[in-house]
T-cell receptor, first 115, second 108 residues
């Protein structure tokens, strides 16, 4: 099983450009998440989708939009990239809301640099 | 408000035992998870405590005291491959909140 697959793995953008980070999971999980990780800041939740058809803001949603395309796929869009969005982005999935005890499965990350 | 505290760095030698503490203040607390992340890698799930007490999984154990808003991860028989960052993550119903992580350095 592939688990959680993120594309691309690396990306360099110019300020003001837009892009979409893709995430897909093959574990039939209901809930999906986008986190960003900056040095010394841990992981911060950007958006999440508790179930297909729903999305909610996390701790740091400004400058991002998300789409839960179907049960498998959850994409993150940067409409106008800024240097402050330089980060490592992780997508994760879990069986369902309220099932943290089974653990989140993380993708390998997208390393994004905005210049 | 929410707060989450864990040491930024811990050092130990191979074969030793190390404890990583975590104190949290969060609303709608369901349980406490622990994740491991090697440099350049993705976080991986280690353990979860919903109830007070100790949970053991091989060389790793995790403890929770809900009344003290406190937990710890205990790593025994340390190996070089245990050098990584460890995150405590209190969970609400829908999401996890991650701390800044504790970098564990294991030396020979």
């Amino acid at each position: 099983n592939a688990g959680v697959t993120q594309t691309p793995k690396f990306q360099v953008l110019k300020t003001g450009q837009s892009m979409t980070l893709q995430c897909a999971q093959d574990m039939n999980h209901n809930s999906m998440y986008w986190y960003r990780q900056d040095p010394g800041m841990g992981l911060r939740l950007i958006y999440y989708s508790a179930s297909e058809g729903t999305t909610d803001k996390g701790e740091v949603p400004n400058g991002y939009n998300v789409s839960r395309l179907n049960k498998r796929e959850f994409s993150l869009r940067l409409e106008s990239a800024a240097p402050s969005q330089t980060s490592v982005y992780f997508c994760a999935s879990s069986e369902a809301a309220g099932t943290a005890g089974y653990g989140y499965t993380f993708g390998s990350g997208t390393r994004l640099t905005v210049v | 408000g929410q707060s989450l505290e864990q040491p930024s760095e811990v050092t130990a030698v191979e074969g030793a035992i190390v404890q990583i503490n975590c104190t949290y203040q969060t609303s709608g607390f369901y349980g406490l998870s622990w994740y491991q992340q090697h440099d350049g890698g993705a976080p991986t799930f280690l353990s979860y405590n919903a109830l007070d007490g100790l949970e053991e999984t091989g060389r790793f154990s995790s403890f929770l005291s809900r009344s003290d808003s406190y937990g710890y991860l205990l790593l025994q028989e340390l190996q070089m491959k245990d050098s990584a960052s460890y995150f405590c993550a209190p969970s609400g119903y829908s999401t996890l909140t991650f701390g800044k992580g504790t970098m564990l350095l294991v030396s020979p």
